[in-house]
């Protein structure tokens, strides 16, 4: 068993492109944090780093079985969590000239 299933992977690609965000600029990197020390058959737990390689945006998730990372990660997405700055500036508001 892994720590991110091979749907789990295909849904983030999923989430990426539907945002129009490339696959290639993101990075994940997860770290079992599992009690290797218990006696009971426990599912894995984690940490779960994504970062967007080309502005350096990274966010941390909690990751294993029962773990709800892709609902927040898609919810970080919409928000704009992983926007270059540039991006996530306001416009300026234009107005155009009135018929008279």
């Known amino acids: 068993m892994e720590l991110i299933e091979a749907e ?5 690609e999923h ?3 539907e ?3 490339p696959p290639n600029e993101f990075s994940l990197k997860a770290t079992d ?4 020390k218990t006696d009971e058959i426990q599912a894995l737990q984690g940490e779960l780093t994504i ?3 080309s502005t350096g945006q990274t966010k ?9 990372w892709l609902m927040l ?3 970080d997405v919409r928000s704009g969590a992983f ?3 540039s991006s996530r500036k306001a416009r300026p508001l234009t107005r155009r000239p009135s018929a008279t």
Do not use: M
């Open 51 to 53: 970062c967007r390689e």
């Open 83 to 85: 926007l270059d700055q």
């Open 15 to 17: 989430i990426l492109r």
């Open 33 to 36: 944090t599992t009690d290797p």
């Open 73 to 75: 990660f898609r919810n």
């Open 8 to 12: 789990e992977l295909a849904e983030f």
């Open 19 to 21: 945002n129009r965000l």
């Open 60 to 68: 941390q998730y909690v990751i294993g079985d029962g773990n709800s």
